[in-house]
């Protein structure tokens, strides 16, 4: 989890009130994070990942003041209207398609307020940019700036500008081989024929995102009081909330925000959208999760103490608050307003006596054997993307989307393999070999019970199993490596393994297999098509193999 370091007197200030050391700590607690130490001026805290708009001295505050009841309920700002423009080219559609933008002007800045942004700016790369991949954000002096501004993609060879920290101008290619930050965060950029970059109607560049501002057009000073704020990334409503967080910040230190005009092929948008979100309110469902009595006047005072908005049944929800997917996470302010100390443990009128699920156990097993053998594990998202799951592994399969979904991950996956390749690809930056592996659900459609309850509605129609999935990547991998991975997990195992060669689009012709158990199909064993390969921009060659550990485990587990 990230740590914040907060300045104690801007902290106080923006709260409106000052509690003792020990109130101070006993309620920061309390909000949902974790206190690490108050010395001196410092307030040092763990921020948990779900609420990114606390991670500055304003949002936290923000937070914090309403938590203790000094100004509670919905937030409002207002957003001036300009005639700042953004123009973006459709060069970067495939390459990093999306921005938004803001305008803060009559900002007073020092020392003190130059560090806070540093910090928003840093902790947001890290937590929710995900260092940089999902967002990045840039910060410029306004008066630097002529307008309109363009966001393009060209050859590396073609951008060159001086970036900050550094006397001479550099392509886009050395500030990725040269620079400090180019070296950090130059794999976002690796494959791509051109890269995104910032440039005003004077032709000065203001950036090349997700890297390094310019040292002309992107150092913020103490004498700068209008600034220019840019997120770019591939998904808008997540820029956008990204965007809400600083400049409501922003707000909060004496600055004005103005919205920015985006002038895309597909039409116009204006940004920032600071307007609350309503959401639907179930005060019986509030009820029946914390075991509480709440009247909708008391859970309206306790929505208003975690920043809401409450009226007419509906919730309004802040425009910089990311977390708030589901009823379910209502229901989790509401317990911390109502403070969790306050709920009356109670003993359960019945007794249970629980052990390990034996299936449970069997997976531990097979963990400590594929460590055992030198893999490293890793742990996936139960989502993935279209993209990933078929076109990326040659195949044309029907998955099973999410409905509404609000992001590219929006299909369950059907298998551990693509998100396994996608490891690899994202870590190619790190050395050889990498040998990983999976443990993990995959879902697939259960025609047979969907036809049976089609009336009831009582099934999904989706089968949930558990997978192994293992992938090796290197120079001299091959069928034959992948293979001993295998019979060594069923030497251990005790059970006879043989391998039928199959025709499979995402592996090489003569080089996959069906695995097969006493007569029963388990799973896929190969090497990877090297059109596979080229989608996912691997240059090692790469074999993998898939098990359903519920079919293995019915084949081992004692007969009752």
Request: glycine share 6%.
């Amino acid at each position: 989890m990230p740590t914040l370091t907060l300045n104690k007197t801007v902290f106080e200030q923006l709260v409106g009130k000052k509690l003792s050391l020990e109130e101070l700590k006993d309620r920061i607690s309390m909000l949902g994070t974790d206190l690490e130490k108050i010395e001196g001026d410092q307030i040092h805290v763990e921020i948990f990942p779900n609420r990114p708009d606390m991670l500055s001295e304003q949002g936290f505050a923000r937070a914090f003041s309403s938590f203790i009841g000094v100004k509670t309920g919905l937030r409002k700002y207002s957003v001036h209207k300009s005639k700042y423009k953004v123009i973006i080219d459709d060069s970067v559609k495939n390459i990093r398609p999306y921005t938004v933008c803001a305008v803060v002007k009559n900002i007073i800045l020092d020392e003190e307020k130059v560090r806070e942004i540093i910090q928003i700016q840093e902790k947001l790369h890290v937590t929710y940019g995900r260092n940089r991949k999902k967002v990045a954000l840039g910060i410029y002096p306004l008066n630097k700036i002529t307008f309109p501004v363009r966001y393009k993609a060209e050859l590396p060879s073609k951008i060159k500008f001086r970036p900050l920290g550094m006397d001479q101008l550099m392509t886009a290619e050395q500030i990725l081989s040269e620079h400090k930050m180019g070296q950090q965060y130059g794999h976002l950029l690796q494959g791509l024929s051109k890269y995104p970059y910032f440039i005003d109607a004077n032709q000065e560049i203001l950036s090349l995102p997700p890297i390094i501002n310019s040292n002309l057009t992107g150092r913020v000073t103490t004498e700068n009081t209008e600034l220019f704020i840019e997120c770019s990334g591939f998904d808008f409503l997540v820029l956008s909330r990204c965007l809400n967080m600083i400049v409501t910040a922003l707000n909060e230190m004496g600055g004005e925000i103005y919205s920015v005009q985006l002038e895309y092929s597909s039409g116009l948008k204006t940004t920032p959208d600071l307007e609350p979100q309503p959401m639907p309110f179930n005060l019986e469902y509030v009820n029946k999760r914390i075991g509480l009595n709440l009247s909708s006047q008391e859970a309206g005072e306790l929505l208003e103490k975690m920043g809401f908005g409450y009226s007419a049944g509906k919730v309004l929800v802040p425009a910089y608050r990311t977390d708030i997917l589901h009823p379910v996470d209502l229901v989790e302010d509401i317990a911390i307003a109502y403070g969790y100390e306050n709920l009356k443990a109670e003993i359960p009128n019945f007794s249970t006596a629980g052990r390990e699920d034996d299936l449970e156990k069997f997976l531990t097993k097979i963990r400590e054997v594929m460590v055992g053998l030198g893999l490293l594990e890793t742990k996936n998202y139960h989502l993935n993307s279209a993209e990933n799951l078929n076109q990326k592994m040659n195949l044309n399969l029907e998955l099973i989307p999410l409905l509404n979904a609000v992001g590219e991950h929006n299909q369950l996956r059907n298998s551990l393999l693509p998100s396994l390749i996608k490891v690899l690809s994202e870590n190619q930056h790190h050395e050889y070999p990498q040998k990983l592996v999976e443990i993990g659900r995959v879902f697939s459609i259960d025609q047979e019970s969907k036809d049976k309850d089609k009336e009831s509605k009582i099934d999904t129609g989706i089968k949930e199993s558990e997978h192994l999935g293992i992938v090796l990547s290197h120079d001299k991998t091959d069928f034959t490596e992948i293979r001993q991975v295998l019979e060594a997990l069923f030497y251990l195992l005790q059970l006879p393994v043989s391998v039928k060669e199959i025709d499979h689009p995402s592996f090489i012709p003569g080089r996959v297999g069906e695995v097969i158990i006493s007569g029963e199909k388990i799973g896929i064993i190969g090497e990877f098509h090297p059109a596979v390969l080229e989608h996912w921009q691997l240059k090692v060659p790469t074999v993998g193999a898939e098990l359903d550990l519920e079919k293995v485990w019915r084949l081992v587990r004692p007969k009752k």
